[in-house]
């Protein structure tokens, strides 16, 4: 069966110059599509489709295509700009300026996608999305988990707070608790990460939302504030100041960030003394 190889735009998206940069590097080899899926073992109409930017791009593609082709890591590279076309279109426009953000105050009611472990935001996402076909919770669990690469190769610096509540709001059982915990730990380690715990104790507060505050290079700022139908993004100085003051209102509630990483390391221990 033959496949029709359409003229791809690569300017149209990123999942399209990916499929592209596909088709270049074959023909400047002078491969068929049967030659490549030989080398990369995937089939004609999964690579023919990829290549015309109709699908999302398969987990292990990347890694393939750079071995057979010989191409030093460069679709592994473009993989997370195409990945994030799997996001909602709500999204596009805010995932576009954090990716140039220098940076990234957040606070959640929730456990953010930048901070998930791959078996939490399955099982999030799953419980999130009940009658999805199960490709489709993957490629969105492949697009959270190519965003989180910016997060520990950046300069940009990123400030979460976290209810006490997302600690408790728990996905997948006790293994997939703890790994999410271990997690955060971990990332609290970076030296551009900053974590803080915002718990019940402080009493009552105005967020019931997601907010992220961003500052982009030449000093421009946005605040975006998400709720679990929505996402709104405001650019005025007014809103941002509004958001900023409300913002800096929860961070003065929250613990310190080593108390912080104490409160979250006491919630891993007891979960281990939990365990039978």
Known sequence: MSFPEREVDPSRSARHFYGAEIRRRRAELGWSLVKLAEGVHFSVSTLSRVENGDVRVPQGLSE????????????????????????????????????????????????????????????ALRAG???????????????????????????????????????????????????????????????NVVVQVLPFASGGHSETSSMTLLTLPGGDRLAYEESSRTGTIYETAADIAERQWLYDLLRAQALPPQESEFTISSMLEGLASDAP
Not at 101 to 112: D, G, K, Q, R, T
Not at 165 to 178: C, E, K, L, Q, S
């Open 64 to 123: 393939m295509l750079d071995q057979v082709f010989r191409t030093d890591g460069l679709f592994a590279r473009l993989l997370p700009l195409a990945l994030r076309e799997d996001h909602p279109a709500k999204y596009q426009e805010f995932l576009t300026l954090a990716d140039q953000a220098l940076v990234h105050e957040s606070y959640s009611p929730n456990m953010p996608g930048l901070l998930q472990t791959e078996a939490f935001a399955r099982h």
């Open 129 to 191: 999305l009940p009658y999805a076909p199960e490709e489709e919770v993957e490629e969105r669990v492949r697009a959270r988990m190519g965003r989180q690469l910016r997060l520990r190769d950046s300069e940009c610096r990123y400030w979460f707070i976290l209810d006490e509540y997302a600690f408790h709001r728990t996905y997948g059982g006790p293994a997939v608790t703890a790994g999410q915990l271990r997690a955060i730990l971990d990332a609290a380690t970076l030296p």
